[in-house]
């Protein structure tokens, strides 16, 4: 008898391990499967934004070449100017053609960003009316698993006049998303990438990073007199503004010499970091003339 119990119980603990072994694989699969789809998602727009770009040039060359070569009268000219003038009509800004087909499929773009040299090339997303929304969802608005193939997103709170945009990201294991800031740590990876593409769909921007910088997320009761970065986007006086970069400056990995005065634009990226317990990895950079 005893030695049929054995039996049953040894078979039974082989069915055990064989559905351990297939649950695993199947959520394995899974995985594996949505980071395909979500990596062709993001090659298929980085491949129309190349195709926009290609589109722009060659419509570019063409009216450089077909350019009247006649004179045009100068009255002529200043009589139409005044006349669009005295029209009075409101002020449209026009999307960059490079990136006017993908705001028509999807209206919450807000720019690209790109870092040369990294997988960094994505576009960024603005939902101020549902702030986290792209936290988990891909362009196309679907939910993502274990935030495979989510969207950069800015600060819900951002405006047009703010001072300071926060961008964030995942840190993806792959290091895709934000996954690869980390590899800022180390100050020569910073002097081979210190400038960031950060267009808005109306204007192309350089950023040059003055900090790479570490620090935490609370979520409930905060130490007392403890600077969050994060909570900081309208920098509207000089104190304001100094007592950021000088947070900033503070908490970096390492020192850098470059820093930003008041009036300047900043972008301050920010993802996960295991330095501590809700740590988190910020880059600050200031904009310059392209």
Same mark, same amino acid.
């Given at each position: 008898?005893?030695?049929?119990?054995?039996? #049953?119980?040894?078979?039974? =603990?082989?069915?055990?391990?064989?559905?351990?072994?297939?649950?695993?694989?199947?959520?394995?699969?899974?995985?594996?499967?949505?980071?395909?789809?979500?990596?062709?998602?993001?090659? @298929?727009?980085?491949?129309?934004?190349?195709?926009?770009?290609?589109?722009?040039?060659?419509?570019?060359?063409?009216?450089?070449?077909?350019?009247?070569?006649?004179?045009?009268?100068?009255?002529?000219?200043?009589?139409?100017?005044?006349?669009?003038?005295?029209?009075?009509?409101?002020?449209?800004?026009?999307?960059?053609?490079?990136?006017?087909?993908?705001?028509?499929?999807?209206?919450?773009?807000?720019?690209?960003?790109? #870092?040369?040299?990294?997988? #960094?090339?994505?576009?960024?997303?603005?939902?101020?009316?549902?702030?986290?929304?792209?936290?988990?969802?891909?362009?196309?608005?679907?939910?993502?698993?274990?935030?495979?193939?989510?969207?950069?997103?800015?600060?819900?709170?951002?405006? @047009?006049?703010?001072?300071?945009?926060?961008?964030? =990201?995942?840190?993806?294991?792959?290091?895709?998303?934000?996954?690869?800031?980390?590899?800022?740590?180390?100050?020569?990876?910073?002097?081979?990438?210190?400038? #960031?593409?950060?267009?808005?769909?109306?204007?192309?921007?350089?950023?040059?990073?003055?900090?790479?910088?570490?620090?935490?997320?609370?979520?409930?009761?905060?130490?007392?007199?403890?600077?969050?970065?994060?909570?900081?986007?309208?920098?509207?006086?000089?104190?304001?503004?100094?007592?950021?970069?000088?947070?900033?400056?503070?908490?970096?990995?390492?020192?850098?010499?470059?820093?930003?005065?008041?009036?300047?634009?900043?972008?301050?990226?920010?993802?996960?970091?295991?330095?501590?317990?809700?740590?988190?990895?910020?880059?600050?950079?200031?904009?310059?003339?392209?």
């Amino acid at each position: 008898m005893k030695k049929r119990f054995k039996g #049953i119980a040894y078979t039974l =603990g082989i069915l055990v391990c064989l559905i351990c072994i297939g649950v695993s694989a199947g959520t394995l699969l899974n995985r594996w499967y949505h980071r395909t789809e979500e990596s062709k998602l993001l090659e @298929e727009l980085q491949e129309k934004k190349q195709a926009s770009e290609t589109v722009m040039h060659e419509e570019e060359t063409t009216a450089e070449e077909t350019e009247p070569k006649e004179k045009i009268d100068s009255m002529e000219v200043i009589k139409a100017l005044i006349s669009v003038k005295n029209l009075k009509q409101p002020k449209v800004r026009p999307i960059l053609p490079e990136y006017k087909a993908l705001h028509e499929e999807n209206s919450d773009m807000y720019g690209w960003i790109k #870092i040369e040299g990294t997988v #960094i090339d994505y576009p960024v997303m603005f939902t101020p009316n549902d702030p986290n929304f792209y936290e988990d969802k891909n362009w196309n608005k679907e939910i993502c698993y274990a935030s495979v193939g989510t969207c950069i997103w800015i600060d819900g709170w951002t405006t @047009e006049d703010s001072e300071n945009t926060i961008v964030y =990201g995942h840190e993806m294991a792959d290091y895709s998303m934000f996954g690869s800031l980390s590899y800022y740590k180390d100050p020569n990876y910073y002097e081979s990438h210190k400038y #960031i593409q950060f267009d808005t769909i109306y204007e192309k921007q350089t950023y040059e990073i003055i900090s790479v910088s570490k620090g935490i997320v609370y979520y409930d009761t905060k130490p007392e007199d403890e600077y969050l970065f994060y909570e900081h986007i309208e920098l509207d006086s000089e104190d304001e503004f100094n007592a950021y970069v000088s947070n900033a400056k503070q908490k970096g990995w390492y020192d850098i010499d470059t820093t930003a005065k008041y009036g300047d634009k900043l972008i301050t990226l920010c993802t996960c970091d295991g330095w501590a317990t809700d740590g988190r990895l910020f880059i600050v950079a200031k904009k310059i003339e392209n």
